[in-house]
């Protein structure tokens, strides 16, 4: 991500990695089942707060999608497992 900074302290020094992750959600019916996946997280070297930008946020809607079998839509990174 070019120009990446720390929300908290503003930081440009960022690192980023992937992890596994796990979406709870749940078919139309109601009945939940577990998605595993892989979503970026990154974290700052200096105040050391992580978190996660829109690559996990698109990462998770274009698992559940998959996992009800649909198509997603538009384009996202994500790695699901």
Avoid at 11 to 30: C, I, Q, T, Y
Avoid at 54 to 69: C, D, I, P, S
Wanted: with cysteine.
């Amino acid at each position: 991500m070019s120009g990446c900074h720390c929300p908290n302290c503003g930081s440009k020094k960022v690192v980023s990695r992937m992890v596994n992750d796990r979406l709870w959600a749940a078919d139309p019916r109601g009945s939940a089942f577990e998605i595993p996946l892989r979503v970026l997280v990154w974290s700052c070297t200096a105040c050391k707060l992580c978190w996660q930008g829109e690559e996990a946020v698109a990462a998770r809607e274009v698992a559940y999608q998959k996992a009800l079998g649909r198509q997603p839509q538009g384009r996202s990174a994500a790695n699901v497992d």
